[in-house]
């Protein structure tokens, strides 16, 4: 068990028992787990199980051949044309929930996604999904990215319809969960515009991709046992799901300021038009730097359970720059002080013209100047915010 990349045994406690007892015990809480070995077999699949609920159309099984493993679980090929996902632990019910809800899946018909064609879960959490897919992608050399997170916009502005509004305070809530159970000395909290929006989980990687006559397509996946531990299931806004594929991107190959850019562009080419406006990319209302971090604090969460030494070197890295970010911000925040003093002080000149203490045409200028003076603070403020890539 320890040499399978799905288990977590960077944060297994000494008094953990066996995963056979449908629970482990981690650092980080205890995770529920079920018996999946018997799904590895053929004759397992000839029968529908009847300890839970199916959600689609039980596949036609020809074969049960493990053709990948990570560190979501498994996937196994079962007959020329359909693969399917098994979790070992219980991460929730994304999956099951968009076999479920038809207008989601009528909403991303004929885009680059695959959905599950059936879903088994128990107890409200996902154990097994079938897709049809030929075949995956196993060179992500090969895979345009520019093109990718272009397919992804797509995606996400077909899901706009069903998003809901700015939660910013759980999503704050959320940073601050993680960097509590990983305690790390960063601390980073934003504001939200109202074009940044929650959307349908549909938890993208580049680690499960179909490949089909030559195009390639999103597979819909569980969610990562470290989200699952750490963080509440909440919807996230498309810049999450974006700044999650350009952290993995990030880290296998690099990217400099100029491709993140370039990636960023090709999202927005597509993606729903809000998306685009300034305080949507503003690094002063969170933007994208915002879930740059937050990709990356979970790439630690994952370096920490899988005790991935080269991940967890990478991601202190590039959190031991935030604070170069933080520190521009907090400079900025001197100057948005200035725009309420200005404002203040306006205030307080109407008052000291009407109770006689100024006069007239002094109050009137001492206004003129403190709005003047908010005017300039406010601009200085929205000029200096950090670019978005």
Not at 238 to 249: T, V
């Amino acid at each position: 068990m320890d040499d399978a990349p799905w288990w977590p045994k960077g944060i297994i406690t000494d008094d953990s028992v066996s995963f056979d007892t449908g629970r482990v015990q981690t650092s980080f809480g205890s995770v529920d787990s079920w018996n999946y070995g018997e799904s590895l077999a053929l004759e397992w699949w000839q029968t529908a199980p009847t300890d839970g609920n199916i959600w689609g159309d039980w596949p036609q099984v020809t074969q049960v051949k493990v053709i990948k493993r990570d560190r979501r679980g498994l996937v196994l090929r079962l007959n020329e044309h359909q693969i399917a996902r098994i979790s070992p632990f219980a991460v929730g019910n994304d999956l099951s929930r968009l076999v479920k809800y038809q207008p989601w899946r009528e909403a991303l018909e004929n885009l680059a996604v695959v959905l599950p064609s059936m879903v088994y879960s128990s107890n409200h959490d996902d154990r097994i999904a079938v897709y049809d897919c030929l075949s995956l992608v196993t060179d992500h050399d090969d895979v345009d990215t520019d093109n990718l997170v272009m397919e992804l916009g797509a995606i996400h502005a077909a899901l706009q319809k069903f998003a809901t509004p700015n939660t910013e305070r759980r999503w704050n809530d959320r940073l601050k969960d993680i960097e509590t159970a990983l305690k790390v000395t960063t601390l980073w909290r934003a504001p939200h515009s109202q074009y940044t929006v929650g959307l349908p989980r549909v938890n993208f990687t580049l680690e499960l991709l179909s490949s089909s006559n030559g195009k390639v397509e999103f597979i819909v996946d569980m969610r990562t046992l470290a989200e699952h531990i750490l963080c509440e299931p909440d919807r996230l806004p498309g810049l999450a799901n974006l700044m999650s594929i350009e952290q993995q991107i990030s880290f296998a190959s690099g990217l400099t300021s100029e491709s993140r850019k370039t990636l960023l562009q090709a999202y927005l080419s597509q993606a729903p038009s809000t998306y685009s406006r300034k305080k949507a990319l503003s690094t002063l209302m969170g933007g994208p730097w915002i879930w740059r971090y937050h990709a990356v604090l979970l790439a630690l969460a994952e370096a920490r359970i899988y005790d991935d030494e080269g991940l967890g070197a990478k991601a202190e890295s590039w959190l031991n720059d935030v604070s170069r970010i933080q520190a521009h911000l907090g400079v900025l925040r001197l100057w948005k002080s200035g725009l309420w003093g200005g404002v203040i002080g306006a205030v307080i000149a109407f008052f000291a013209w009407r109770m006689e203490t100024l006069s007239p045409p002094t109050s009137g200028a001492v206004a003129i100047l403190c709005l003047v003076g908010s005017f300039i603070c406010n601009m200085i403020y929205w000029s200096k915010d950090p670019k978005p890539y």
